[in-house]
């Protein structure tokens, strides 16, 4: 067996509830050991920073430009992970001298794979001299301006994670602010694609409409009534009627209102475009999935649970198999840095559309 590389993955992602950070020890194929994990929520200071870079990155043409407040939300988020790290360090008992490497997702604030665009914040640089660790950042960019959706990277994660699983097909559920779906083959091929909203909107929702940007367990949801045809309005998008592999901006489909909905009224209705969001992905599937794993925020949300097991087979979520939900695509992000720093590929035709197997992401080491 070759020397397994130590790695922390952090991630951010689409969704604005904090920083995750995710301990591992593999050699970016087949041997995966996890380790300690740590979740750090945002703060309400820290999420109103990040909504106003959503805002002020709609305007961005060039991925390297910074307008409005983004260079110092930059900054600061940078800052935040470091921070994240090193609240894991004192949590874990884990020396950062014990790491050697890093996977720095940072926060999506544009993804516009069809301009060839995508956008994280975050300065792996400026990451590395805080840590005194090698850094490996940017890992979506070569495979958008190849042509490539960016996203999902997941699934070369999740294949091998399902290898201690006999089922097949197998399909694995991240909920995050975007859902996505990685379908696993009989013979280990992969499909992947962004399914369609997760969390976001809801959480946008019940921001609006509570002041909490989050439904507790899906409390609110599932005392409200779902409307029918704001549903309908929305997976009647054309972008369920793409092939996979497809993916989607945090904020895609933020423009279709739900005007004169009560707050259970609106969070149930939105609990439903993601639930049969992801039941529809069966129709992209050579074969249907006999089990699939939901992963990610939205397996704590009772009603999107009981969404989907209401329309699909055997549904369970990632601690039935031994796994984390909350941790595995930080798990996944250490993974990928270890893959490039190997000089392995992170996606693949069937994941991000991309013409061939594509390698990413920038090295930057501690000045």
């Not at 951010?12 to 020890?25: K, N, P, R, Y």
């Not at 874990?92 to 060839?116: A, M, W």
């Not at 840095?337 to 013409?355: H, I, M, N």
């Amino acid at each position: 067996m070759s020397k397994l590389t130590r790695a922390l993955g952090l991630m951010s992602g689409t969704s604005l509830d904090g920083i995750d950070v995710a301990f591992m020890e593999t050699d970016g194929e087949d041997v995966v050991r996890r380790g300690p994990f740590l979740s750090v929520p945002y703060d309400e200071t820290q999420r109103a920073v990040l909504r106003k870079s959503l805002l002020d990155a709609v305007v961005m043409k060039d991925r390297h430009s910074r307008p409005g407040n983004l260079a110092e939300a930059e900054q600061a988020l940078t800052w935040w992970h470091g921070e994240a790290i090193q609240a894991w360090g004192r949590k874990s008992g884990v020396s950062l001298s014990n790491i050697d490497v890093i996977g720095f997702h940072g926060q999506t604030v544009l993804h516009r794979p069809e301009k060839q665009l995508t956008v994280q914040l975050g300065d792996g640089a400026g990451l590395a001299r805080q840590l005194g660790v090698p850094v490996i950042y940017d890992m979506r960019a070569a495979d958008v301006a190849a042509g490539g959706q960016g996203a999902p990277l997941v699934p070369i994660y999740h294949r091998a994670l399902a290898a201690s699983i006999p089922d097949r097909p197998i399909a694995f559920v991240n909920i995050g602010g975007v859902a996505n779906v990685t379908w696993i083959g009989r013979d280990g091929e992969l499909l992947a694609f962004d399914t369609g909203p997760g969390n976001a909107l809801i959480d946008d929702w019940m921001k609006v409409h509570t002041g909490t940007a989050l439904d507790e367990d899906g409390h609110v949801a599932l005392s409200g009534r779902i409307d029918e045809g704001a549903v309908a309005q929305f997976l009647g998008d054309s972008y369920f009627e793409r092939p996979a592999p497809k993916s989607l901006d945090r904020n895609s489909f933020a423009n279709i209102r739900l005007d004169g909905l009560s707050a259970a009224d609106g969070a149930a209705t939105l609990v439903a475009v993601t639930g049969r969001a992801i039941a529809a992905s069966r129709a992209q599937f050579p074969e249907d999935p006999v089990l699939w794993i939901i992963c990610g925020g939205g397996r704590h949300n009772r009603a999107i649970m009981q969404a989907l097991k209401a329309l699909l087979p055997r549904v369970e979520t990632a601690e039935a198999f031994g796994f984390n939900g909350d941790a595995m695509e930080a798990e996944a992000w250490a993974y990928l840095a270890v893959r490039s720093f190997k000089g392995l590929p992170l996606s693949f035709p069937g994941t991000t559309g991309v013409p061939r197997p594509m390698k990413g992401g920038v090295l930057v080491r501690p000045s």
